[in-house]
């Protein structure tokens, strides 16, 4: 597996600058983007424009060419963080993956990847028993018109450990959250300057086994902890991502 390819543009990116009041059309892959989201006629969307302001807009003219949007608001704040958050999950039982990528999309995340690891549940299993994963696209979608974002996260293919460490090549900062590890997270990235792409590899209920620690020290992953107490894995999700994005300017 080389990397992850992500299909289609997923922010609503204007061509030229914009001000609030006037309307604008969407073409070409702003309104790719536009499409992906399943959008009405009336429905209200967050776009960016070149010099990077957003702004709420409208739909009042829905086509499979050319979309109509009138800018009614400009945002105070920037609906993304200033770096790309790529969330690499073991998968959860139950619908814990469902909550995890609803709150990572809430926090800001742009990529969630979703893999097996030695002590996970299998994808096949978690199916067999409750068939959730043709969903998860939905989901981050529903979260992402809910909380008003410009992006709409991407929800990988499920695979193996060794691919989603592969998926994290070439990011400036790489961070595996371990229980046996002393050192936290908040003291591992503070006063530290926001790289442009970060990757954070979240284990399963069970834990790491020694074997995929080493794994990921030799992939450049730094390893570190949330405290003493031992978190349920969709908490240390959430908790995790909210501290980067505190730290790094996403939460400002």
């Known amino acids: 597996m080389r990397g992850i390819e992500i299909p289609g543009p997923r922010e609503i990116a204007l061509e ?3 001000k609030e009041g006037e309307d604008v059309e969407l073409r070409g892959e702003a309104l790719e983007a536009l499409l992906l989201r399943d959008p009405h006629r009336g429905e209200i969307v967050t776009v960016k424009d070149p010099k990077g302001k957003e702004f709420r807009g409208r739909i009042v003219a829905l086509g499979d060419t050319v979309t109509t949007l009138h800018l009614f608001e400009e945002l105070k704040k920037p609906t993304e963080p200033p770096f790309d958050l790529w969330l690499l999950q073991a998968l959860p039982d139950k619908e ?3 909550l995890i990528i609803q709150k990572a999309t809430e926090l800001g995340v742009k990529v969630i ?3 097996k690891s030695s002590r996970s549940i299998s994808l096949e299993e978690r199916e067999a028993r409750q068939p959730k994963a043709h969903r998860w696209g939905h989901v981050a979608l ?3 018109k809910q909380c008003r974002r410009a992006y709409l996260p991407y929800v990988a293919p499920y695979c193996r450990f060794e691919e989603a460490l592969k998926a994290a090549e070439g990011f400036e900062r790489k961070l595996m ?3 046996g590890e ?3 997270l908040a003291s591992t990235i503070k006063d530290t300057p926001p790289p442009s792409r970060v990757a954070l590899l ?6 790491w086994d020694q074997g995929e620690v080493k794994k990921a020290r030799a992939s450049g992953f ?3 902890g949330l405290g003493g107490r031992i978190l349920r894995t969709e908490t240390a999700a959430i908790a995790a991502c909210a501290i980067l994005m505190y730290e790094w300017g996403g939460l400002a």
């Open 16 to 18: 030229t600058p914009a």
């Open 96 to 98: 814990r993956m469902e």
């Open 113 to 115: 990847v979703p893999f």
């Open 142 to 144: 529903k979260a992402t």
């Open 177 to 179: 959250l371990y229980e």
């Open 182 to 184: 002393g050192r936290s």
């Open 202 to 207: 979240v284990g399963p209920e069970g834990g």
């Open 222 to 224: 730094t390893v570190c």
